[in-house]
Each structure stands twice: as C-alpha cells, then as structure tokens.
C-alpha cells in the first residue's frame, strides 16, 4: 500500500514497487545539455505559437499583440465557437465499478473527488489545456505540490496535496527523440516561484544557497519572446516585482521513476561546475506519470501533434491581407470635381451650392464630376468573402455550429448541416473527454492514498429517498464507528477497485436547455408510461413540474395555473350515442366532419445560402451583369 504525508515523504509496503535510481546514476549536467538543446530544437514551434496568438488577440489589445490590424479576427471566431463545444464548465464525474464489494468506496470517492474539482475550479485549468491545444499541444500536469508549487500558486493547492495545473508550450521541454510522449527519457516544465520558498524548504539540497533571484527575462535562453510576456509593456521590468523570483524546472526521468528540480539558470551554464539538482524525489503517483497530453491531430512519427489553428492561420491571414487592402481602396477613395482654368467664379458657386440649389454658370462642360481609385473593389471584396467562406469549411462549418448564418436554403437541410457540423467536432470531443478522464483519474489516485482526506456521500435505500446516510470514507488504518455504525476505510490498492472515471456536463447546459430535457422527459418517458406507474402506487406531481419550469423560464406566476380541487361530478342520464341535432349529449365522433383537408406549406430558411453567396462572388470576378442597381 502507497501511503504519503503532508511532507510530501513516501513509502513502500510492498504491494506497489518501484526501482528508484540514486542520486548518482542521474548525470545532471547531461541532462541539462539535453534540455537546452531540445528547448533550441522546439524554438520554430514556440515562434509559431507566438505569431498565432498574436493574431488571435488582435492590434489592440497590447504592444505585444499583432503589429498589424486584424479586420476579421477568423481565429479568435472560431476559438469562441469551437471551445464552447469542448468544455465549458467543471466536469461532474461519475465514479463506477463492477466490483460489488467496493462500489460504497467508489461512490464516496467520487462525491470527494466532485467537491475538490469544484473547490479548485478544475474547468478553469481545462479550458487553459483546451485552448492550447487548439494553438499546438495541450499540458497538463498533476502531482503531489511541493513547497515551491504551493507558493508559486498562492497556495491553491498545499504542499503534499494534489496539485494540477497548465503547462504551456513556452515552459515546456522532452525528449524529441521519442515518437511518443510515452517513450521519452525525460520530460519537464518551468515555473516562476518565490525565491524563498526554495531556500527556505528544508526538502532541497544545500545547492539552493546558491540561488540568486531571476530576472523575468522577456525571452527565453535561446532568443525567442516568452509567450506571457506578450500582455506586458516596455515600462515593466525585474525591479516592478513584488517578491524575489526565481525561475525553476520540474523534471521527470520515466525510468528512474524520480523527480528532479532544477535551476533554469543551471540549462544555460549559469551554475557551472554545480552538478547537484535542487532535489531529488522519488516519483509517487500514477504509473502514467505527471503530465497528460492534449492532442486534436496526431502526426506520424513524432509525439508532437498539430493544433487546428496551424491548419487554419494560412487562410486567416490571406483574408486579412486581402481585407487590409480593401480597407486602404477605400480609405484612398475619393470623388473630386475638376474645373477647367478661368472658370474659377463657376466652381465656386458650384463648390457653395447645396443639395438642390439651382446654380448659374457660363460654361457646364468646364466643371466635371470624377471619381479616383476604388477600381480594384469589386475584385478583392468577393475574395475576401471566399477567404472567410474556405476558412469555415476546413474549420468544420464554424458558421453553423456557432449559429452565425443560414447555411442552406430549406429549413430540413439546414438541419441536415446542423447535424453534420456536430459530427465534425465529435472526435476533438471524444479526444477532450479522454483528456479530462486521465486527469480526473490521477486526481482519484492521489485521493485514495491520501492520509488524511476523509470522503463523504449520501446514500438512499432503493424506493426510500427520504431516507439517507452520510457514508464516510476513511484514509487506510483509521476506520471507526459513527452512530453504531462501521465507517468505510481505503484498506486496499486503487488497482483492486478497477474503477471507471466518466466525466460528463462538460457542456454548457443553460436553464432553457434543462427546461427542454425535462420536457422530454415528460412527454416520451412518465405520460406514456403512466398507467405503469399508477400500478405501482406511483404518479407525476404536475405541481413539482411547473414550478420547476416556473423556476427555468423565470415566470413565477406559471406555478398557480394548477391548484388543488374537488373531483367533478358524473352527469347522470347523458347518452353519448344521441343522434345528431339531440343538443349537447353528442359524442365527439360525430361533430367530426367526414373527411379533412390540410395544406402544408413549404418555406426555405431565411437569408442566402454559402452556395449562391459564392457563385454570386465568382460571376463578380468573371464581370458577369448580376442585375440590380
């Protein structure tokens, strides 16, 4: 059984070994070299990542941002679209085995695990993830915080507790030798933390007296612009800090199932001839290891994969050239008129006039109306269009799945696209979910073994919901009795259990949506299947559902329409096979008229469709007459 404390010290009880390496088969000042070299190796992708946000925030929004302007921001369109599909909130997780004995455990597991993600507002990491990943690669890590952690994160999570964070691609270096993240010998992120808390931590080796308070440098060791500098101006630097900082690396050696922390000065030479890390600790947590990996398209070969955007920005910036000229054609559009010299008296007047006035002059064909530039317009303004219309196919149909435009010209098909678009995203979906899953799982582990947190959910036996019990689970060895009763305890491994971790309602799921669900409910699911509930002494409470529709919609007055009454009264003597003209005994059958007639009406989907938008574009390029003014 792992156990761990709030020191962050482990250990071994034999269910679980690991072969740990000793501080002297780690070759410090290789790894170093390697780090270095590989972080020279990853600067193209980092400039890449770069240049891409800069577009995505636009001119305006720094001196860091885009040098020119972005008139049609495609980027940050489709990054608002697609990520609301991704996640969007903090996931709820649903915790299951098949292992009868251990479901109770499993359940108070996961009521913990839900309470924690909420408390740190796990989404909020998530989307971070998800974000990057959409730029390049996505990082997660999740670990047991170290004193630097905890205070380089003000704390959000304490030292020896569970830890997870985003790691961006700027902070980031592995092995590239490896073609999979999996087989990489090493793997480390940088953090800026207070300098204190390295020197003061009585967890690190005496080389961090040496340390010196590291200057924020706007660039990394090889030359290219950290990706968090982009917000700052010119007017910041070192000196603007509150604390002494220092810049320190996370490292984790996979086969010698260690972690190491170094000194970003020692990569580039800065602590020469010092060839002891910061620390040494032995690796506890998942057989995974700390970082969970984010990718929406693999390539073959290489463990780094491709972000969408890198697909995307070619086309991005072809409409933005395009709209930038288009926007100087008309900004040098000008209508002048000219006059012909001695006729000075006649422009004058002509040039006092106003709209409608009657102006005497000599000669008219002296004074001409002329129009300069602008002739270029009727090309570049369709192509502009085109740009946009290419870039929201390759994206996946961003218009339809943001609900921008109609995108067909009846109402079935642009249902039939609607569906399509969905589909198109359901793999970046599927991917996004398999993400959160492995990180969500590497929560629980850390949560099973944990030797203080103590679990808490609430159980209803089966047909008595108003009958509950506060379940409590307890750390491994500190089982106890509450009221008569045993207590759950963590008195087995994490594998034994063979839980399945589901995140689910990572969408958004507004009022009206909740509204839509329970109506369904209601008219698919307890109407129909009501005589099957009346036999088992069961009913639909229709004053619960109103008010709760009354509660979504915001319409408190919904929630009086139904009020208890007396049952009516039989009328007596009525025959329902009267015949027709007998007065208001007639059955329902026979004021029916003997045959119906119904007109359905067929209308298309309001606006014009991409297709008649772009073969209008392509007749204006080929100077056909489209007719109108």
């Known amino acids: 059984m792992i156990q761990f404390t709030g020191n962050d010290q482990s250990q071994d009880q034999g269910i679980r070994q690991r072969d740990v390496a000793s501080k002297s088969d780690i070759n410090i000042p290789r790894l170093t070299t390697a780090m270095y070299r590989n972080r020279q190796a990853l600067k193209f992708q980092r400039d890449e990542m770069t240049y891409a946000v800069q577009q995505y925030v636009g ?61 740190m507002n796990f989404a909020a990491t998530e989307q971070e993830i998800t974000l990057n ?53 090493f793997l480390g992120y940088r953090s800026r933390v207070p300098i204190d808390a390295v020197k003061d931590g009585k967890y690190y080796t005496k080389s961090r007296l040496k340390l010196e308070p590291s200057y924020d440098n706007p660039y990394n060791l090889q030359g290219d612009q950290r990706l968090r500098t982009l917000g700052r101006s010119e007017y910041i630097n070192d000196q603007d800090e509150f604390e002494d900082m220092v810049d320190i690396w996370q490292v984790y050696l996979p086969r010698h199932k260690c ?9 580039g030479g800065g602590m020469a001839g010092d060839d002891e890390a910061l620390r040494y600790q032995q690796w506890l947590g998942p057989d995974c290891g700390p970082f969970h990996f984010l990718g929406y398209i ?8 491709v972000g969408p955007i890198q697909h995307l920005i070619d086309l991005h910036e072809a409409a933005n050239r395009a709209a930038r000229k288009l926007i100087r054609m008309v900004d040098d559009f000008k209508e002048i008129t000219t006059y012909r010299r001695g006729y000075e008296k ?41 740009f946009y219309g290419m870039f929201s196919r390759q994206a996946g149909n961003i218009e339809t799945m943001g609900g921008l435009s109609p995108q067909a010209d ?127 002494n069961l009913g639909v409470d229709m004053n619960a559902y109103l008010n709760i529709k009354a509660k979504y919609i915001n319409v408190p007055e919904m929630s009086e329409f139904v009020n208890s009454q007396e049952p009516p009264e039989q009328a007596g003597g009525q025959d329902d096979e009267q015949s027709e003209g007998e ?13 119906t007639n119904r007109t359905y009406t067929r209308k298309g989907g309001a606006g014009q469709s991409r297709g008649a938008e772009q073969q209008q574009r392509m007749q204006q390029l080929q100077g056909a007459d489209l007719g109108g003014e």
């Open 59 to 119: 001119k305006h929004w720094s001196r860091g941002g885009s040098e020119e302007r972005v008139p049609i921001n495609m980027i940050a369109q489709y990054v608002q679209v697609i990520i609301r599909s991704l996640i969007s909130q903090n996931p709820q997780v649903n915790t299951t085995t098949f292992q009868q004995q251990y479901k109770p455990h499993v359940a108070a597991l996961g009521a913990g695990v839900n309470r924690k993600l909420k408390k």
């Open 133 to 185: 990943a959409l730029f390049n690669v996505g990082i997660g890590v999740v670990c047991l915080a170290d004193p630097a952690q905890a205070a380089g994160s003000n704390f959000r999570g304490e030292a020896g507790q569970v830890f997870w964070d985003s790691i961006d691609l700027d902070d980031f270096v592995y092995d590239l030798h490896a073609k999979r993240f999996s087989e990489c010998s």
């Open 259 to 267: 972690m190491v922390t170094l000194a970003d000065d020692q990569l």
């Open 298 to 305: 693999n390539v073959p070969g290489n463990a780094m994969p």
């Open 346 to 386: 006649d422009a004058a007047r002509v040039f006092d006039a106003s709209n409608g006035d009657m102006v005497p002059v000599d000669d008219p064909t002296a004074i001409t109306g002329m129009v300069t530039t602008g002739k270029g317009v009727p090309v570049i303004q369709p192509m502009v269009g085109e």
């Open 410 to 536: 009846t109402a079935h098909q642009e249902e039939i696209l609607n569906k399509n678009a969905g589909a198109g995203t359901q793999d970046m979906q599927a991917r996004t979910l398999a993400h959160t899953t492995s990180m969500v799982e590497a929560i629980c582990w850390y949560e099973h073994y944990h030797p203080e947190n103590v679990h808490r959910s609430v159980y209803s036996a089966p047909g008595y919901p108003e009958f509950q019990q506060v379940r409590e689970l307890h750390p491994a060895g500190k089982s106890r009795s509450k009221n008569g009763y045993p207590q759950l305890a963590r008195d087995y491994d994490y594998d034994q259990m063979e839980i399945q971790v589901d995140p689910f309602s990572m969408a958004p799921d507004p009022p009206a949506v909740r509204m839509a669900k329970i109506d369904d409910t209601m008219k698919n699911i307890l109407i129909p299947l009501a005589p099957i509930l009346q036999s088992q």
């Open 583 to 595: 007065g208001p005994g007639l059955s329902h059958a026979k004021t029916l008229p003997g045959t």
